[in-house]
Structure formats: structure tokens, C-alpha cells
């Protein structure tokens, strides 16, 4: 959105340094012509801003109609850096390593290379960040997916805008027989900023989380799903404000349920998702 020009020339420059591999660069603006551009990237330009997956979506696309497509798709959020050289070198062999891995997610840390706030582990039991292993859900902003799986489920769900769209497409791909893969040993840097920044934040995190729940979860678990993250969210708004747009937010989203795919996964997934550490419950 040329909103960030210096994280955006960072970001492009440790992006064109990686070694090891052969990178093509799509530059999506997002209700923008974009003004900080590769040369011989590929840019699209969005006529308003379709929200973040829709924007991650429309790159994907144009990379997927160039001739022998790549067969790996690496996110890059504007305001994040490759750290090292080989940072896309080594998420490839570690999907090569896991075959069934649908997206490989390395570590994101602050600028000083080893923060790293709960909200960017993947997994539960975020306090050792530093621990790889499988992961049922993403850091959307920083991630490697295959494109195979990627085409396969959907991509990113364009409606949501902004804020969980990662857990939808991890869930998806795990529905497919896929899973994902926490390279913890591998790190990228981003600042260290908090969501709620965004005015937006409260309002579209409460009502995707419904969406992505009535979407996913098979009948019987929507109720516990909903009824524990709803405790959870509505003790931490009272604490830390946004319970008004959080309410907001969650009306929006049960009113508009049934207006969005349902898909349950099968209770097989369920079983799967439990083994790997995440009940689709919490």
C-alpha cells in the first residue's frame, strides 16, 4: 500500500539476496500501483484493497499463470527480513524432509533476533519458542506453502480481509491429509508490533473467528470452540479494551455464518489435529 517504504526496500532487498534458490517476485499493490518494485518482478495492481489474503491471493495467481510455475510459494509480509542469506534455501529442504507438509513456518523474532512474542508460535505451549515440530495452524505473514496444496484447498479466504487466515487455510490443508511443519531453527525478523494497532483489529478478529469455526468444525465442537474462545477474548478485552468492537465483531460474524462455506472437517482431522498437539477445540 506504499505505506512502508523503507520496510518495503528492506524486505525486497533480503529477499533478492537469498542464495541457493531461484526466486520470482510478485509485488501485489493493494488499492495502489506499487511504487518500490524488483526489477523483473511481476506486479498487480489491486483497483481497491482486497484485504490481505485477497492481496496474498491475486500474487499467487499471477505467479501461477507464468510459464512452469514455481513449486513453492513463500508470503512475505512488507516490513519483514530474511536475517541470513539462506533463510529460503533451508525452509525448502526441511519441506522436502516432511513430504506431508503443506507449509513450513519459521521462527519469527524481533530485530534483535531472539524475541519472540506468544502470539508469533505457532503451536500451543509457546513459551520455547525455539522447539520445531508439527504445527496445525501459521504465522501467515512469514510462511513457505506448497503449491500444490496451496491450489488444491482454495488459498487464502478472501472474505476474512484481515486476521485469522492462517487458521483457516492450515485447517484446510489438514483436511486435504496434509500437515505443517514449526522450522524453529530457521528465523526471520519482524518489528516487534502489537495487532490491536489496527483499528480494524478487534471487530475482524471476532467475527473470523466465528466464520472460520462454522466453516471448519464439525457440529458437535462449535459450541466448545466458540464458548472457550469467547470466554477467553471477552476476559482480555475487559482487561486490555476493545470489548465494544470485540461485541461488534462478534455479532457480525454469527449473523453472517451461514452466508460462508461450511466444510467440516471429518472426525479423522479432528483425531489428527488432537495427536499433533491442538484439539480443534482450544
Known amino acids: 500500500m506504499n505505506d512502508r517504504p523503507l520496510e518495503e526496500s528492506a524486505a525486497q532487498d533480503t529477499l533478492l539476496a537469498q542464495t541457493g534458490v531461484d526466486v520470482r517476485v510478485c509485488v501485489v499493490g493493494n488499492g495502489c500501483d506499487p511504487q518500490i518494485v524488483p526489477r523483473g518482478a511481476l506486479t498487480v495492481r489491486l483497483p481497491e484493497n ?140 519482524h518489528p516487534l508490533t502489537s495487532p490491536a494497532r489496527h483499528a480494524l483489529f478487534h471487530r475482524l478478529a471476532a467475527r473470523n473467528r466465528i466464520w472460520v469455526a462454522y466453516r471448519n468444525l464439525p457440529a458437535p465442537l462449535l459450541p466448545l470452540y466458540l464458548g472457550a474462545w469467547t470466554a477467553i477474548t471477552l476476559a482480555r478485552t475487559v482487561r486490555t479494551g476493545g470489548l465494544g468492537q470485540t461485541l461488534r465483531g462478534m ?6 455464518r451461514h452466508r460462508q462455506e461450511r466444510r467440516p472437517m471429518s472426525w479423522r482431522t479432528v483425531c489428527r489435529l488432537t495427536m499433533a498437539g491442538r484439539p480443534p477445540v482450544i
Request: a positive charge; one cysteine or more.
Open 50 to 189: 482486497a484485504g490481505i489474503p485477497g492481496g496474498r491471493n491475486a500474487g499467487a495467481d499471477a505467479l501461477g499463470r507464468q510459464h512452469d510455475p514455481a513449486p513453492w510459494l513463500f508470503f512475505l509480509d512488507n516490513d519483514a527480513v530474511f536475517p541470513r542469506t539462506d533463510v529460503l534455501a533451508r525452509l525448502i529442504a526441511d519441506a522436502e524432509r516432511h513430504h506431508r507438509a503443506a507449509y513450513v513456518q519459521p521462527r519469527l523474532t524481533g530485530p534483535d533476533d531472539a524475541t519472540t512474542p506468544r502470539r508469533w508460535v505457532p503451536r500451543l505451549r509457546a513459551g520455547r519458542p525455539e522447539r520445531p515440530g508439527t504445527i496445525t495452524t501459521m504465522t501467515e505473514g512469514v510462511v513457505l506453502v506448497r503449491r500444490a496444496a496451496f491450489d488444491a484447498v482454495g488459498g487464502w479466504p478472501a472474505e476474512f480481509f484481515l486476521y485469522h487466515e492462517g487458521v483457516q487455510l492450515a485447517w484446510r490443508c489438514w483436511a486435504a491429509g496434509w500437515n505443517g511443519w514449526y522450522a524453529a531453527d530457521i528465523r526471520m525478523h
Open 251 to 256: 455479532h457480525e460474524g454469527w449473523r453472517s
